[in-house]
């Protein structure tokens, strides 16, 4: 089938089992964020996870232990959740059209709503693109990231994860109801806002004398300043040739009062997730997260907008990558802005993805 014709096609049936993709989407949220609720486990955490189980049942990039997990979380009403995805679904299996959103990789500017697939095309080209330059790949905040299994045996890369103990101890129980290793990385408990992670990552066996990529998804918006801006000190003073990357909401997200924010917010306070942490991103963006990262004595390398930005307006998000210089082009350390040290009381989190 032509793609003009097969894309008509699947917006029709799009629009046609719509109302079972809303029925399901009804019957599904109310038990996730029940249980994170009842239990503490990070809701937003199955952000990614939904976004990577969508591309490999649409078989546009390959992720076995996605699938395999989500098929086993409590969290998650199986039944709610055919219904939810039965449009997509269905509209590929009769079509075969793939629509824009789950192409891997993700091709153009992306808008906001695309955040979580693109993220994923940009976060595995970055580690791709440095493979062969570190020996460690530590997975800030990792929730249900599963990367640690795209690993091949000849890229000889020791993986690590740091996230909450509830989370960490949550991650390792679904690994092994859904027949995963749990021995794909070492895992270490840490919580950014009131520990050294480096510090618990060295005890783990992290060499700091190597260069190491740090992966950092969907963490920083659920931070306050001052854990954001220390971790990145602290990956500013690892080994040179080291790369660091987040993405970020700037700061005009963060307080918006459009009704998709709005609601984003409410339901994440509601499950002890609040969005707290934006970056000022002040046209053009691409200045404005270099002098971020620069004032902790990082190289801005990439820097990706979600969401359009005009010379008045600010994208909504962004995404970067950063290295650590040599030490002769470092100079001495900075200590990065200011720290905001009024901290929200609410439970945040460091793990997973809006």
Known sequence: ???????????????????????????????????????????????SLYARYMQHRLETRPDVPAARLMAVMPNVSQEGFRLETAPTLVGHLLTGYVPRIYRYPYQGPAPMHHQPTARTSLYDAALQRHLTGVDQLVVLGAGFDTRAFRLAQEDR????????????????????????????????????????????????????????????????????RASVEATLRRIAGSAPGSVVAFDYFSRDTVASRSPYMRYARATASYVGEPLTF?????????????????????????????????????????????????????????????????RNPAERRNEGNP
């Open 1 to 47: 089938m032509p793609e003009l014709a097969a894309a008509g096609f699947f917006r029709a049936l799009q629009v046609l089992l719509l109302p079972i993709g809303i029925a399901g989407y009804i019957a599904g949220v109310p038990r996730l964020l029940a249980y994170s609720r009842r239990t503490g486990v990070s809701a937003t955490l199955l952000s």
């Open 157 to 224: 890369i020791r993986c690590f994860e740091i996230d909450l103990p509830r989370t960490q101890a949550f991650k390792l129980k679904m690994l092994e109801k859904a027949g995963l290793s749990t021995h794909q990385a070492t895992y270490v408990s840490a919580d950014f806002e009131t520990e050294d992670w480096m510090e618990n990552l060295v005890a783990a066996g992290f060499d700091p004398g190597k260069p190491a990529f740090f992966l950092w998804e969907a963490v920083t918006m659920y931070l306050d």
């Open 278 to 342: 934006g970056i000022d991103n002040t046209p053009p963006a691409r200045k404005s997260a270099a002098d971020f990262v620069g004032s902790f004595g990082l190289a801005l390398e990439e820097h990706r907008n979600f969401g359009r930005e005009t010379r008045r307006r600010s994208a909504p998000a962004g995404f970067v990558t950063a290295v650590v210089p040599a030490a002769a082009a470092r100079g001495p350390q900075p200590d990065g802005p200011k720290p905001n040290t009024q």
